[in-house]
């Protein structure tokens, strides 16, 4: 690393007043009580425990992330190994629990070789598994003397499961499954863990049998030598490259050249192939398949929210320190403002405030509803028979019990992963050119987020299924066969009152908010259904219609989800009168700035008046605005968020910015070690070229 500054340049510190002063007069103006409302956010045993946890990292030389913005490709992703090695060893050490682990990667906050291993690969082989394939497979994987991933994703075919092109043919003359990569196209590609570390895969493939197609299913699949870790005989496996973030995990390809493995390889929890018959036995409720990638989409509904509270916190305490010119109408020679009382500057980064709020009442809500679902489809499993058809819109509304959840994770997917993904470029983009920089820890967070929004269903593809869904549901309203859940209930209510209309009191009745938003979502699935069965109007055509459809029904579950937290009894018992106001403040306005957003909508189903519309925009928001101002560092500092975690330098919870950023750009960064030869008729490009190699 670089020599240290000279002693002028460290005696230099940053013009007055000083980023500690300025946050400390934020935390002075506001009376949220920051620990009461970190609890209700996360309990006080789980930050506990994050600090316990945070101090056994911080010890550890190996998570030291002094160089994690200066290393290469090579170099990080064989740190990051290290680093998951180094986490499963301290687990067995200190007796972590899987909840502990994932703590602590979160504070780690990179990806590692280990991720889908830990994920995709274990959650599959419990929900999929039969008694006899956890003994062989999944206590193994879950003491690592196997590593896996879940390779679904083809260079051909990411959304379209039903497209997949690897094949798994059944062999009844020595019952095995011949597992082949029939084009290139069918490469397994994008898939995490898979390029270096995993030496078994979870691989989705079409299962033949007798010259017959029966779909996707799984199949686990040895790779890579259990010695050596070179690729087995007809197998081609390797790293894709480097990508735009996400650069510590190895996502990777993978192909098979007729690969025979055992019958007891599929996982035949509820599909499987017959060894005395060679006869199919049907799943008993063919979305059982796809529980995997509900459980992924549901954890990205609950940790956008987080994601999301590390850009806003970085964004909101940088603004708070940074000032900017004089406000036009303070009196002369009034200092610089501070950028965050900028109304501009206010309206971008203050609604993301709310919607991480937002999205974490939401996501705790969605992951109640899948386990509810889970318990609830195990024990109706063997009683649903029914077959689904080839048009996904015509079956009858009700018929699986995994489809009020299925689709409010693909909608609510696309929607927290897209909010909090545009958040973070907000955030970034919102600390000017010091955001820009690595060193704001909000760059290479984003980049790391970003695949979110493709993977596990490209976010507009998703929108497709939730509208299948709806118009399902419509249909079997309008023919009085309606269920009782939310989703039946708010187009029942719809159809009761479409006659007399709406007349909703969105700026003085919060409860007419959400109301607001349930009739919009209602109003547009009748119109989408009436264009679709009516008018017959293709499936392509309506795919805009589609896609406005499933954010209206997302934004109301959002917003339904706030509310509902908001005036819960949990909150109104353990907050003081204070705070939860300012959390009824933050659900205003998240929910009027959504509205204000999509006010075309609203005011085209007749859920609200032009004239509120305007009060909207030109009164209540801006009035929220100046409500939360105050709060805003608060709010954020009672996300618990350790600088640690954070490692920017602008969103140090001190305020001590400036220094902070000095520092690593003049000694942490190894550019400075270089001593360049200028002249373009010097061969050389360095002229300290052999004392730099006998560094490395």
């Given at each position: 690393?670089?020599?240290?500054?000279?002693?002028?340049?460290?005696?230099?510190?940053?013009?007055?007043?000083?980023?500690?002063?300025?946050?400390?007069?934020?935390?002075?103006?506001?009376?949220?009580?920051?620990?009461?409302?970190?609890?209700?956010?996360?309990?006080?045993?789980?930050?506990?425990?994050?600090?316990?946890?945070?101090?056994?990292?911080?010890?550890?030389?190996?998570?030291?992330?002094?160089?994690?913005?200066?290393?290469?490709?090579?170099?990080?992703?064989?740190?990051?190994?290290?680093?998951?090695?180094?986490?499963?060893?301290?687990?067995?050490?200190?007796?972590?629990?899987?909840?502990?682990?994932?703590?602590?990667?979160?504070?780690?906050?990179?990806p590692t070789p280990y991720g889908l291993h830990a994920s995709m690969f274990l959650v599959t082989l419990r929900e999929q598994g039969t008694p006899e394939?956890?003994?062989?497979?999944?206590?193994?994987?879950?003491?690592?003397?196997?590593?896996?991933?879940?390779?679904?994703?083809?260079?051909?075919?990411?959304?379209?499961?039903?497209?997949?092109?690897?094949?798994?043919?059944?062999?009844?003359?020595?019952?095995?499954?011949?597992?082949?990569?029939?084009?290139?196209?069918?490469?397994?590609?994008?898939?995490?863990?898979?390029?270096?570390?995993?030496?078994?895969?979870?691989?989705?493939?079409?299962?033949?049998?007798?010259?017959?197609?029966?779909?996707?299913?799984?199949?686990?699949?040895?790779?890579?030598?259990?010695?050596?870790?070179?690729?087995?005989?007809?197998?081609?496996?390797?790293?894709?490259?480097?990508?735009?973030?996400?650069?510590?995990?190895?996502?990777?390809?993978?192909?098979?050249?007729?690969?025979?493995?055992?019958?007891?390889?599929?996982?035949?929890?509820?599909?499987?192939?017959?060894?005395?018959?060679?006869?199919?036995?049907?799943?008993?409720?063919?979305?059982?398949?796809?529980?995997?990638?509900?459980?992924?989409?549901?954890?990205?509904?609950?940790?956008?929210?987080?994601?999301?509270?590390?850009?806003?916190?970085?964004?909101?305490?940088?603004?708070?320190?940074?000032?900017?010119?004089?406000?036009?109408?303070?009196?002369?020679?009034?200092?610089?403002?501070?950028?965050?009382?900028?109304?501009?500057?206010?309206?971008?980064?203050?609604?993301?405030?709310?919607?991480?709020?937002?999205?974490?009442?939401?996501?705790?809500?969605?992951?109640?509803?899948?386990?509810?679902?889970?318990?609830?489809?195990?024990?109706?499993?063997?009683?649903?028979?029914?077959?689904?058809?080839?048009?996904?819109?015509?079956?009858?509304?009700?018929?699986?019990?995994?489809?009020?959840?299925?689709?409010?994770?693909?909608?609510?997917?696309?929607?927290?992963?897209?909010?909090?993904?545009?958040?973070?470029?907000?955030?970034?983009?919102?600390?000017?050119?010091?955001?820009?920089s690595n060193y704001s820890g909000i760059g290479p967070w984003y980049a790391d987020y970003l695949p979110t929004l493709t993977w596990e269903g490209d976010?507009?593809?998703?929108?497709?299924?939730?509208?299948?869904?709806?118009?399902?549901?419509?249909?079997?309203?309008?023919?009085?066969?309606?269920?009782?859940?939310?989703?039946s209930r708010i187009l029942q209510a719809y159809l009761a009152r479409r006659d007399k209309g709406a007349s909703f009191d969105i700026l003085g009745n919060?409860?007419?908010?959400?109301?607001?938003?349930?009739?919009?979502?209602?109003?547009?699935?009748?119109?989408?259904?009436?264009?679709?069965?009516?008018?017959?109007?293709?499936?392509?055509?309506?795919?805009?219609?589609?896609?406005?459809?499933?954010?209206?029904?997302?934004?109301?579950?959002?917003?339904?989800?706030?509310?509902?937290?908001?005036?819960?009894?949990?909150?109104?018992?353990?907050?003081?009168?204070?705070?939860?106001?300012?959390?009824?403040?933050?659900?205003?306005?998240?929910?009027?700035?959504?509205?204000?957003?999509?006010?075309?909508?609203?005011?085209?189903?007749?859920?609200?008046?032009?004239?509120?519309?305007?009060?909207?925009?030109?009164?209540?928001?801006?009035?929220?605005?100046?409500?939360?101002?105050?709060?805003?560092?608060?709010?954020?500092?009672?996300?618990?968020?350790?600088?640690?975690?954070?490692?920017?330098?602008?969103?140090?919870?001190?305020?001590?910015?400036?220094?902070?950023?000095?520092?690593?750009?003049?000694?942490?960064?190894?550019?400075?070690?270089?001593?360049?030869?200028?002249?373009?008729?010097?061969?050389?490009?360095?002229?300290?070229?052999?004392?730099?190699?006998?560094?490395?």
């Open positions: 690393m670089p020599n240290p500054p000279p002693a002028w340049v460290q005696a230099l510190k940053p013009a007055s007043p000083q980023g500690t002063e300025l946050l400390t007069q934020e935390r002075a103006q506001s009376n949220i009580d920051v620990d009461t409302l970190g609890d209700l956010l996360h309990t006080k045993e789980a930050l506990k425990k994050q600090d316990e946890i945070l101090s056994v990292l911080k010890s550890e030389k190996v998570f030291d992330k002094s160089r994690n913005h200066v290393l290469g490709r090579t170099e990080k992703i064989q740190l990051a190994l290290a680093r998951g090695k180094r986490l499963q060893q301290l687990k067995k050490a200190h007796n972590w629990s899987d909840e502990d682990v994932h703590v602590a990667n979160d504070l780690v906050s990179e394939q956890h003994k062989l497979f999944y206590e193994r994987a879950r003491n690592y003397e196997i590593i896996g991933c879940y390779a679904q994703t083809e260079l051909g075919h990411g959304s379209n499961v039903r497209g997949l092109e690897t094949t798994a043919t059944w062999d009844p003359s020595d019952q095995t499954f011949i597992i082949h990569s029939p084009t290139l196209t069918a490469s397994k590609w994008w898939i995490g863990s898979l390029g270096r570390t995993a030496n078994h895969a979870v691989v989705m493939a079409q299962l033949y049998i007798g010259g017959k197609n029966y779909g996707p299913h799984p199949f686990v699949v040895q790779i890579r030598d259990m010695e050596t870790h070179q690729p087995l005989e007809n197998v081609y496996v390797g790293d894709i490259g480097p990508k735009f973030g996400y650069n510590t995990m190895d996502n990777g390809f993978l192909l098979f050249n007729k690969l025979k493995i055992p019958h007891v390889n599929m996982l035949a929890r509820f599909a499987q192939v017959d060894k005395a018959t060679n006869k199919y036995i049907r799943p008993a409720s063919p979305s059982l398949m796809y529980g995997t990638m509900t459980w992924v989409r549901s954890n990205i509904v609950l940790q956008a929210g987080g994601v999301l509270a590390r850009g806003v916190t970085i964004a909101v305490r940088y603004c708070a320190v940074r000032r900017q010119f004089q406000d036009r109408d303070a009196k002369a020679n009034a200092e610089e403002n501070q950028v965050l009382n900028y109304k501009m500057v206010q309206i971008r980064l203050l609604p993301l405030l709310a919607a991480m709020y937002a999205l974490h009442f939401t996501g705790r809500g969605m992951m109640r509803l899948y386990e509810e679902n889970q318990e609830r489809m195990k024990a109706a499993a063997q009683a649903d028979q029914e077959k689904r058809g080839a048009g996904p819109e015509q079956l009858r509304a009700g018929s699986d019990l995994l489809a009020d959840l299925h689709a409010t994770s693909c909608g609510l997917k696309a929607l927290a992963s897209t909010t909090a993904g545009e958040g973070l470029e907000v955030c970034r983009r919102a600390c000017g050119g010091h955001g820009y976010n507009y593809m998703l929108t497709q299924q939730v509208a299948r869904y709806l118009l399902k549901s419509a249909r079997a309203v309008l023919a009085g066969k309606g269920t009782a859940n939310d989703t919060d409860a007419d908010i959400v109301a607001a938003f349930a009739w919009r979502t209602a109003h547009l699935t009748f119109e989408t259904l009436k264009y679709r069965d009516v008018e017959k109007r293709s499936w392509n055509s309506l795919l805009i219609n589609f896609w406005r459809l499933s954010t209206a029904l997302s934004q109301y579950l959002v917003v339904k989800n706030f509310y509902e937290a908001v005036n819960s009894p949990e909150i109104r018992s353990s907050l003081d009168k204070d705070t939860a106001s300012t959390l009824r403040s933050l659900f205003r306005l998240h929910a009027l700035h959504t509205l204000d957003r999509e006010a075309s909508e609203f005011f085209s189903s007749a859920a609200v008046t032009v004239r509120q519309i305007g009060l909207t925009q030109t009164s209540e928001v801006p009035k929220l605005l100046d409500e939360i101002r105050p709060h805003a560092v608060r709010l954020v500092d009672s996300w618990k968020i350790p600088d640690w975690q954070l490692d920017s330098a602008l969103g140090r919870s001190d305020g001590d910015v400036y220094p902070d950023l000095f520092k690593r750009a003049s000694m942490q960064n190894p550019v400075n070690d270089l001593v360049f030869d200028p002249y373009p008729w010097n061969e050389n490009v360095l002229k300290n070229a052999g004392e730099i190699k006998s560094k490395l």
